[in-house]
């Protein structure tokens, strides 16, 4: 199956480049772009893509707000893609609120051609795509400016958990991948898959970004923690 993305970038030939890498692999298909968040939004609204790349600062309408339209949508509109933002290291707390807003995820814009290529794919499958080494910066950098976390409300969700369903998520929280949780672990990496389908299951999270945010919201990860 083929994968329809857009991309909604303020620069040209930031535009010009992705589309021309995308459009040369046989899975992807760049169906649209767009130079700010709202004519982004009405692209997406036509052409129904899977995937939106999303940079987030624009004019107009910046990324963040347009993945809000995205990602909640009016009454009367159905479609809801995949929306992965395009970032830099200077603009965490825009970065943390996309994810809180229904991002799948966000990408550097300087990433190797093939992490581009791989990021549409992941997030196409329906998975989140949080790069571990920027994981521990962007949402710890910005989570140790938040005050501390009630005692109540997401803490008390935990209690759901399973012990081992508690330690995925803290490492999940800490940035690691899949298979680094499973090497620390002592798990096979289908184990740990699953472990994170219940941990998201029974704390009614959409995805593993809402996971990350949850744990620090929670109390369970502090930031800057070991």
Do not use: C, W
Not at 92 to 117: C, M, T
């Amino acid at each position: 199956m083929t994968i329809r993305v857009i991309i909604v970038d303020d620069q040209a030939m930031v535009r010009a480049g992705f589309a021309a890498l995308l459009a040369a692999q046989s899975d992807i298909d760049v169906v649209g772009e767009a130079p700010d968040g709202r004519k982004g939004v009405a692209v997406s609204r036509t052409v129904h893509p899977d995937v939106v790349l999303m940079d987030v600062r624009m004019p107009e309408m910046d990324g963040l707000a347009a993945a809000r339209e995205l990602l909640d949508p009016p009454v009367g509109v159905v479609h809801r893609p995949k929306v992965l933002m395009l970032t830099t290291f200077d603009v965490d707390d825009y970065v943390y609120e996309a994810l809180r807003a229904g991002a799948s995820g966000f990408l550097l814009k300087d990433a190797p051609p093939a992490d581009l290529i791989s990021a549409v794919r992941v997030v196409a499958a329906g998975d989140a795509l949080l790069a571990p080494s920027v994981t521990r910066r962007l949402i710890a950098d910005f989570a140790r400016q938040r005050p501390a976390a009630p005692s109540g409300g997401p803490a008390l969700r935990l209690n759901a958990l399973t012990p081992r369903e508690t330690e995925v998520l803290e490492l999940i929280a800490r940035g690691l991948s899949n298979q680094e949780i499973a090497a620390r672990l002592v798990l096979a990496e289908q184990t740990v898959k699953t472990h994170i389908g219940r941990v998201l299951a029974k704390l009614g999270l959409r995805d593993r970004a809402q996971a990350v945010i949850f744990a620090y919201e929670s109390g369970l990860v502090a930031p800057g923690g070991a």
